[in-house]
């Protein structure tokens, strides 16, 4: 985390990956795209983070700034034309964003999510020969459209009032002629009004029976689609690019060709590759980086349109910075260590990192620009400055699901302290709030036993 050529961007001095990785794991060609896009925040992202976050405006021009690279395609497998990154060079990148823009960074990865669901999900061992051949038509076609068309998916999951990891989705389909037609409503739905398709997570309605996890489907919408809309406000705390207004779809038809995946496979997600429910921390560990580099250049007197004011002679403030690079070094050494190790079907060992590394990042965020707004003083409170909006951003990821920083400290006692024939019985699960927990190598959510 030290910056070597000490290149200025925008507002600020940045580090750059050889600061915190050890540039000789990583391919070359991943390394590549980090770097491109330090050149990019540097010169395009960062320079338009304060009016996309004053405006809560969505950042159209990285997102064309990004296809015109091919990074809408980071996990796409290479047969298809994409990069075929794993999720953990997936994450490097993510991150490197977050640097710059956090609700860049942040939509980034609910597009890139819809890619590696087709990805990751195809490639589980649990698959029958009857299963891919059922799933490579329908990712092929997503490949296609975010390769050929430069098509962006938006990822609407979660629903009003509701932990959508403990009750079957409120947004619902039931069977038509030749097809299904939709029906609900999502939450937060990042990137609505600027995608291309959302991707609709829903349950199938049948005739008396109750609404059950199994009955899980997925559809691609397009935007377009009759019975779609997107209402509401967007004026939140932090993320404010992100655009995650309300999405009604109201008998929104779809076919058997608008299926992401057949029936079944979705569901598995969450027990079977947890760690890609994790990937929002990326955009908040670049949150995290961006701040402790703000604050290494402002108390050098090295940020542009300043006074060269040098305040390294405070000793409160050296001290300051040697804790913010201790939390920042620890948070990313067993962030990267759970990414780089990602996998379907993981072990306990792995899944209790990735829960820990989650919290970790999602809490060490808050806590460093806390303490970057402390140590800078007064004129960081400025919305001339990055700080003040880092600060607001780095709120909002411990509150997203389906790993809330609360979700992450029960799941990790729960694993620490119950045998893994103990989970269904532990306190604390009434009303299924565990759903999404991790309940080893059987695969199945609680709700499916």
Request: with cysteine.
């Given at each position: 985390m030290v910056m070597r050529d000490r290149e200025f961007q925008g507002n600020r001095l940045m580090s750059e990956p050889a600061d915190y990785y050890d540039l000789s794991r990583i391919r070359p060609e991943v390394l590549d795209v980090l770097t491109r896009i330090n050149e990019l925040g540097r010169e395009r992202f960062a320079p338009r983070a304060k009016g996309i976050d004053d405006e809560?405006?969505?950042?159209?021009?990285?997102?064309?700034?990004?296809?015109?690279?091919?990074?809408?395609?980071?996990?796409?497998?290479?047969?298809?034309?994409g990069h075929g990154f794993s999720l953990g060079e997936y994450a490097m990148v993510g991150a490197e964003i977050g640097k710059y823009c956090g609700a860049t960074a942040l939509t980034f990865n609910m597009h890139n999510s819809s890619m590696m669901w087709s990805r990751f999900m195809y490639e589980l061992p649990n698959l029958t020969d009857e299963d891919r051949a059922a799933f490579a038509p329908l990712r092929e076609r997503q490949f296609r459209r975010a390769v050929k068309e430069q098509g962006i998916?938006?990822?609407?999951?979660?629903?009003?009032?509701?932990?959508?990891?403990?009750?079957?989705?409120?947004?619902?389909?039931?069977?038509?002629?030749?097809?299904?037609?939709?029906?609900?409503?999502?939450?937060?739905?990042?990137?609505?009004?600027?995608?291309?398709?959302?991707?609709?997570?829903?349950?199938?309605?049948?005739?008396?029976?109750?609404?059950?996890?199994?009955?899980?489907m997925i559809f691609v919408v397009h935007k377009d689609v009759p019975g779609l809309s997107v209402t509401g406000s967007w004026d939140p705390l932090g993320m404010r690019g992100t655009n995650s207004r309300d999405l009604v779809l109201k008998d929104v038809f779809v076919t058997e060709e608008d299926l992401m995946m057949p029936r079944g496979i979705f569901i598995k997600t969450l027990p079977h590759w947890p760690h890609m429910m994790a990937t929002l921390s990326p955009t908040y560990m670049g949150v995290a980086q961006g701040a402790f580099d703000f604050t290494v250049a402002y108390l050098r007197g090295e940020v542009p349109g300043q006074p060269p004011a040098d305040r390294r002679m405070f000793g409160t403030k050296r001290i300051t910075?040697?804790?913010?690079?201790?939390?920042?070094?620890?948070?990313?050494?067993?962030?990267?260590?759970?990414?780089?190790?990602?996998?379907?079907?993981?072990?306990?060992?792995?899944?209790?990192?990735?829960?820990?590394?989650?919290?970790?990042?999602?809490?060490?965020?808050?806590?460093?620009?806390?303490?970057?707004?402390?140590?800078?003083?007064?004129?960081?409170?400025?919305?001339?400055?990055?700080?003040?909006?880092?600060?607001?951003?780095?709120?909002?990821?411990?509150l997203m699901l389906p790993y809330t920083s609360e979700i992450m400290e029960d799941y990790l006692s729960v694993l620490t302290l119950y045998d893994m024939d103990e989970l269904d019985k532990a306190p604390g699960d009434e009303g299924g709030a565990r759903s999404s927990l991790w309940r080893g190598t059987s695969g199945t959510l609680k709700g499916l036993r």
């Open positions: 809560a405006s969505f950042p159209v021009e990285n997102y064309k700034d990004l296809a015109a690279e091919g990074f809408l395609t980071l996990t796409v497998p290479k047969e298809f034309g998916y938006s990822q609407p999951i979660s629903e009003a009032g509701q932990n959508w990891t403990s009750k079957p989705a409120q947004t619902w389909c039931r069977k038509v002629d030749g097809g299904w037609k939709i029906n609900g409503f999502k939450k937060f739905a990042s990137l609505a009004g600027y995608c291309d398709y959302y991707s609709i997570v829903c349950t199938e309605h049948f005739e008396g029976v109750e609404p059950r996890h199994e009955d899980t910075v040697g804790k913010m690079y201790a939390k920042l070094a620890s948070m990313r050494a067993l962030w990267w260590q759970v990414f780089m190790e990602a996998q379907g079907m993981p072990s306990k060992a792995q899944v209790m990192r990735m829960y820990a590394a989650q919290f970790n990042v999602m809490e060490g965020v808050q806590e460093i620009a806390a303490l970057a707004i402390r140590t800078c003083g007064g004129q960081s409170m400025l919305k001339s400055l990055p700080l003040e909006r880092m600060y607001r951003d780095s709120r909002c990821g411990a």
